[in-house]
């Protein structure tokens, strides 16, 4: 390969949000080849499975949509049309309703893979021209918990640390994660530091036990839902043998004594019970972190996908702020965002509830600034729909149009029965795509073909703030056109000013002038700084000495009102569905190592699918031998929304009474019984709206 190889191009890998540096070699014959970049600070050369794998789903143009299609009734078959017909005719359908119903009675679903100039001009668009703030993106379905309770302790959604932290913790306290599965080139530094440093404690908190306890020196097998309970036990102890920063808590804090009074409210035998741990597990853990000169705390899905998604949060970051943890070296938060861009999103305001540049839609200051800066219509202070509720507003007929791009909310989305009808009602849908796998493509009245990862360029922004150049690479297939092209092409049919960019860089220009004096400024961080250094970290101050900010809060000024950090006494209550004796099980979901998502991308290597070809049910030994269940035996397993049928696969990895079935599988061949989202809850947390994938009640028997 090397001999046929012309060029080489930088750029990050689409998959998770760690972020790792890729080569990307193009042969003549425009094929391309992955590698690791040695050069790159994330992973200094190192891929996992799947980002290794990443050539085969570019070259493979197979499932590929190639040119926008579109049909007048629902009846008529999709036919091919040119790009002018397709957006003449989405925006015309859009202003009658927009006229007729008004700016909320259409929306934009989009995803976390989207790049931070797509992301940009799709809010732009619709926050600051339509009127409305109907636009989520399936981070609603991932990090919103963490950026609720960040903006609640922190006064803003930021993450304070840095990867190279890693390597100066001496304790990680690892919590709704299996980051050896799902983040996987973060903890192979997380491995190689304890293996050089055998002292560094390592404590994992989960239900089950995977590869990611490898290396723990405590496995706390907690029950699901009791997270709350655990973090606040281990509050209690670190107050009880006086192992707090008492100089932090008092000088850079707020809430001590509320949250004291909360924790001290259920004994450690009671927390030991509730939580199915031993009480000298819940100490030993405490004086881990109470030993620890650098302590980090780190989760993603476990604690954001769940009725009480902010609180299992707030509850863990407590234990960085009383321990003092938070703003040197080697010690913090860190969430683990599940997508590439989740963060990048964010930064633009991304989501039905929040402003670029983490300006708040709540503060009439803020929607003015931004309103004055783009030009368009006042920016309506109402929070728009969450990615749960405008498949709830299309099912009841308030929401009339959709428009969904780069993500496949009918194998993704909770209770996805209900999104399906919902989507089967509604009177327009436009789905902009990469691929013609996606089950919503048999609902659309518009399909748009999309240009994929290395076919464009961008920005994305990974877990620890750091924004990367993604180069184009190579030439999209057909009359595939980039994300943003799509959206700024439409927008200007619409009749909008402000969308004429000559191309990604001028889209990237004009967000990083809305940074300008704000927390995330980049204001100074052009495109050609960027391909220079490839990437950077957030906020960026051009004369500093390290350029970008590796650690923030290191003066303990925080972003609050009273520049204190707040340490919330949140209740420890579990809101989710309870089991009962129609379903006496709990049902939890989450990844394998080789999937990624909905399997749209890795589902195409071969390689991927040999790790593990089917989806299946982990179920305990004892439940298994009561059910009459033997490994392999197809199990059908019911909720209150809906069923599926999947092989059992018989393990002491789980805790008797929960089963776990993974989130990549759909429909195959129109049958869903593979899909889990069938079983899941629709539950939110009340505050940020994420929903509960992680526990809902269920009844498994033998087929
Ligand atoms: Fe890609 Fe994440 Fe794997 Fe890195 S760890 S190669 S970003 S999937």
Redesign the pocket.
Known sequence: VKKQQINTSTS?????????G?LVHKDKSGNVLIE?NKEHP??KG???????N?HYTVNDKSDRLLYPQMRYNKNMPMQRVSWDEALDRTAAVFKTFINKYGPDSVAFYASGQCLTEEYYVINKLMKGFIGSNNIDTNSRLCMSSAVAAYKMALGEDTVPVCYDDIELADCFYVTGANPAWC????WRRVEAHKAANPKTKIIVVDPRVTDTCGIADLHLQINPGTDITLNHAIGRALIENGDIDLDFVTRHAEGFEQYSAMVFKRSMADAARHCGVSEADIRLAARYIAEAKGFISMWTMGLNQSSTGVNKNLSLINLNLITGHIGKPGSGPLSLTGQ?NAMGGREVGGLANLLPAHRNLDNPLHREEVQKFWGGSVINPKPGLTATEMFEALENGSLKAIWILCTNPLTSLPNVRLAEAALKKAKFVVVQEVSNKPESLAFADVILPAAAWAEKEGTMT?SERRISYLNKIIEPPGEALPDAEIICRFARKMGYKGFDFEDPAAIYAEHARLTTKTNIDISSLTYEILKEKGTVQWPYKKKSAEEGTIRLFTDKRFYTLSKRAIIHPVPDANTSEQPDGDFPFILTTGRIRDQ?HTMSKTGKVNKLNQHLPQSFMEIHPDDASTLGINDGDITVITSRRGKVQVKAKISTQIKQGVVFVPMHWGKILGNDLNRVNNLTSDQVDPISKEPDFKFCAVNVVKF
């Open positions: 990050t890998c689409c998959y998770c949000g760690v972020g790792c890729v690791g994330v992973n190192m891929l996992c499975s799947k980002g290794l990443l983040h996987p080139i973060l590439p990974n990624w």
